[in-house]
Structures are given as structure tokens and as C-alpha cells.
């Protein structure tokens, strides 16, 4: 049973151009979470989706960034217009049901703004 | 709005003594508090859960107190062993999102 899997690994972007991260859930999960760690921060929320459904937004920027989770494929977080303060690294989690203690985390997208 | 805090950045620990993680909170608003390890280029890996209820809890070698009083939980880790050295954060959930403190750097040292 592979895990939570998300790519790419790196991406590197030159400000003012798009980003695209994404994010396959385990086997099963129908909800996913995503998580942005800055330098020397901890992880914090953004958004919580379920298939075709935004549940919880409230973490997230209110400009340039958008998430999906559409019913076949993976999850998306997009960020139009990328700035240098993008620059972090990007977790998706995914749980088979709704839960704060039962989140799988994915290694993570390293997203470096040029 | 630092809700959870990790006030030790890094922490050394000779192998086989007790490592001591702590951290504070502000919101007690909160069913479980949780504790996770990071690895370098990896997602954070769940280790031990506590409710809110609970004062104790015991898996293996980890151990995880709260005091609600003082807002206050530790994660004791014994006997320390070179693997367990990674990034331990100290976080709390509802039943949605997990809200995580900076993080405390361990290294046990052989």
C-alpha cells in the first residue's frame, strides 16, 4: 500500500510564473490536507478537501493560491503569480476519514522562487 | 497567533539517557494533542497521541504528560537511541487541522 505521494519533489519557479503541486493520496483516503512550512516555522494548515469539495479554506492566502481535489486524479494546489516569499516546502496528508490524529503525511514539494 | 510553542529550538542527548521535549500552548479548546518526527526531505511521521482528557500516555519507549493546569506537555523519550535525532513537533487538532509549534532539533549523540 503505497503512501501519500506528491511531485514534483523540487520545482523551481521564477516570480510572476505558476506552480502546480501535487498530491495522490493513499490508497482508500478521500480527504487530503495541505501544509506549508517556511524556514525555521512549523507546519501550518491551508486547506482541507474532500473529492470535489473544498471543506475548510481558512489557512489559505486569500489571493493566488487555489486547491482541488477533483473526483478522479490528484489533488492540486496552484499558486498563480509566484513571489520569493512562495518560497517553502509544500505537505499533503491524507486520511480515509475526517480526523486531525489519523493524517499520512506526504515527503513534501520543495518549492524554490527564483 | 502562536497557538502551540516549542521554546527549545535544538536539544543534545547522549545515547541511552532521557531525552525531555516540552511544549506550551495558548488554546486548550482542543480534543488531542499530538506529537510527530520529521526526518530531513520527509514528511512529518506521527509518534504518540494524547486526549485532552488524559493526563498520561505510554507507547514503547515514548511517553507523553499533560498538564492542563499549566498548559504544558512533554514528550520523554527513553533511553534515547542515535535514530530517534530528527525534528520533533509538538501539535494540536480538533478533528480537522493539525496546528503544529516550530519544532525542537534532537540529537542523540552515540
Known amino acids: 500500500n503505497a503512501g501519500v505521494m506528491q511531485n514534483p519533489r523540487h520545482l523551481v519557479r521564477r516570480r510572476g510564473q505558476e506552480a502546480r503541486l501535487r498530491c495522490s493520496p493513499m490508497?482508500?483516503?478521500?480527504?487530503v490536507y495541505w501544509y506549508r512550512q517556511l524556514p525555521e516555522e512549523g507546519l501550518k494548515f491551508m486547506v482541507y478537501?474532500?473529492?470535489?469539495?473544498?471543506?475548510?479554506e481558512s489557512g489559505m492566502p486569500k489571493e493566488r493560491f487555489s486547491a482541488e481535489f477533483p473526483k478522479e486524479g490528484p489533488s492540486i494546489l496552484r499558486i498563480q503569480q509566484v513571489v520569493r516569499g512562495d518560497s517553502a516546502a509544500y505537505f499533503c496528508a491524507s486520511s480515509p476519514d475526517l480526523t486531525g490524529i489519523g493524517q499520512y503525511f506526504g515527503p513534501g514539494t520543495r518549492l524554490t522562487v527564483t | 497567533d502562536q497557538q502551540v510553542k516549542q521554546n527549545s529550538p535544538s536539544l543534545s542527548v547522549q545515547e541511552g539517557r532521557i531525552s525531555i521535549l516540552n511544549c506550551d500552548y495558548t488554546n486548550s479548546m482542543f480534543d488531542y494533542f499530538l506529537w510527530y518526527k520529521k526526518y530531513p526531505a520527509e514528511g512529518p511521521t506521527f509518534l504518540i497521541s494524547?486526549?485532552?482528557?488524559?493526563d498520561k500516555n505510554e507507547d514503547g519507549r515514548f511517553t507523553v504528560f499533560l498538564n492542563k493546569s499549566a498548559k504544558h506537555l512533554s514528550l520523554h523519550i527513553v533511553p534515547s537511541q542515535p535514530g530517534d535525532s530528527a525534528v520533533y513537533f509538538c501539535a494540536k487538532t480538533s478533528y480537522d487541522k493539525v496546528i503544529f509549534g516550530p519544532g525542537t532539533s534532537l540529537s542523540v549523540i552515540p
Open positions: 478537501l474532500q473529492k470535489e469539495n473544498i471543506i475548510d
Open positions: 494524547i486526549s485532552s482528557i488524559k
Open positions: 490508497k482508500g483516503h478521500s480527504h
